[in-house]
């Protein structure tokens, strides 16, 4: 479970920022129990956080942060020794200096039958590994792990420091085997360490991305083989189903080729159903709710963290509001699954059609500044009341994170320009 993502010159978020998924005394019921403590009350966990602000404010580079950590603890000892130094780095641009600052990624998560709490992080800079560290939390007691820091080494080499008892694995072992450019986790989960397998384990198995549009084909594949596939059709095929006919599609059926995957969903008709063509015959938003699913349900059968980016641009506002919900149920979601989403939509933030589906700590904000750089913040700093209407408020400006436009500005400047084509 993520507790806290915090991220530093990356993209277009240049200063440290932090998007934290703790439950704070704003949140009505939605937050679960994560089975820690602090100062002597329960720790709980956001299932949602959801990200609003303009257009090009940062909302999608903060996902892209999350998958970048990723993609380094996954691919830093294979895919990096292929090239010298860091190969995927996007530092700050606007700004020269930032080429020269390390990128900063760090997560704090909640791991195993009995809850412990760790906190893993990084800094790289364009040619290697600048700092690295885990600590570990059992009954809230903190155990270092290792700190690694490139800049008190000796001979180029990386200082590592292994305090007390808490990390057991063969640490000199592992970092003679750890080059510059790749990260001491990834190179203990390679060779098999099981306490730094299970904390990369919880990177390989989460993070999974939904863009708008771009992975549409891939997504749609997802789907098609987990009905297709005999052996996890019994799991999610039926799933599959039930909420494609709940999307009010007019659905009742899918016919699924086993050997090609290929589908033909059946629609209702005045004497039987119907088969379409999936391809040519399906609606957009037939193809984006069925392209979803995929993701979706395996996201929620792992207990994993699923990032979408523009859920507004993926689904109507009603189903995007049903998929909020789904997450923050405790029994459609009993293994602690969680969405984090960027999106332009307010009327996720309280329509009285949508009854609110998100509570005040789980809203995001994403401005962007005069230098270009992203500030990311909580709806939560604006103090906002229980009763308050969120969406008027966002839509008015009162907690910033939208376009700074004045109403009729666009047009304006296109009679001007019209107009002085005209007078040449």
């Known amino acids: 479970m993520l507790l806290r993502f915090r991220l530093a010159n990356h993209r277009s978020i240049r200063e440290e920022h932090e998007l934290s998924l703790i439950g704070t005394e704003f949140n009505a019921g939605t937050a679960r129990e994560t089975g820690l403590s602090s100062k002597g009350r329960g720790v709980t966990a956001l299932p949602v956080a959801g990200v609003f602000g303009a257009n090009a404010s940062g909302k999608s580079n903060l996902l892209s942060g999350l998958r970048f950590m990723r993609t380094a603890v996954r691919e830093s000892v294979t895919e990096w020794a292929k090239y010298p130094g860091v190969v995927p780095r996007e530092p700050f641009k606007l700004d020269s200096q930032c080429r020269d600052d390390t990128t900063l990624c760090e997560v704090d998560l909640v791991l195993g039958v009995d809850p412990v709490r760790y906190t893993y992080g990084f800094e790289l800079s364009d040619d290697r590994v600048e700092a690295e560290w885990m600590h570990a939390y059992p009954q809230g007691r903190r155990q270092v792990w290792f700190d690694r820091d490139a800049a008190r080494g000796d001979e180029g080499g990386d200082e590592f420091v292994f305090r007390g008892t808490g990390f057991q694995g063969r640490s000199a072992d592992l970092v003679a085997f750890t ?62 189903l039930r909420l494609l006919s709940i999307a009010d ?89 969680q969405l984090i989403f960027t999106t332009h939509d307010a009327t996720l933030l ?34 906002p009341r229980p009763d308050e209407n969120l969406e008027r408020g966002y839509l008015r400006g009162r907690y910033g994170g939208i376009p700074r436009l004045p109403t009729g500005k666009i047009p304006r400047e296109r009679s001007r320009q019209l107009a002085a084509k005209g007078a040449e």
Do not use: C, M
């Open 179 to 240: 080059r510059s450019n790749a990260l001491f986790l990834s190179v203990g989960a390679t060779l098999n360490d099981p306490q730094l397998s299970a904390v990369h384990r919880w990177f390989s198995d989460n993070l999974w991305l939904v863009t708008p549009g771009a992975d549409i084909a891939s997504r749609t594949r997802w789907t098609q083989h987990l009905l297709a596939d005999v052996k996890e059709a019994p799991k999610y095929a039926e799933d599959i």
């Open 249 to 337: 599609l007019g659905l009742t059926g899918a016919d699924i080729d086993r050997e090609t995957g290929a589908v033909r969903l059946r629609h209702r008709a005045a004497d039987s159903d119907v088969a379409l063509d999936f391809l040519r015959e399906e609606s957009l938003g037939t193809h984006a709710w069925f392209a979803f699913l995929g993701p979706l349900l395996t996201a929620l059968t792992a207990g994993a963290v699923l990032l979408v980016d523009e859920l507004d641009s993926s689904l109507h506002p009603t189903l995007a509001a049903e998929v909020v919900r789904l997450f923050q149920d405790l029994d459609a979601n009993p293994k602690g699954a």
């Open 350 to 383: 309280g329509s009285p059609v949508l009854d609110r589906p998100l509570d005040r700590d789980q809203i995001w904000i994403t401005a962007k500044q005069r230098s270009g750089e992203t500030e990311l913040y909580p709806l939560i700093d604006a103090k």
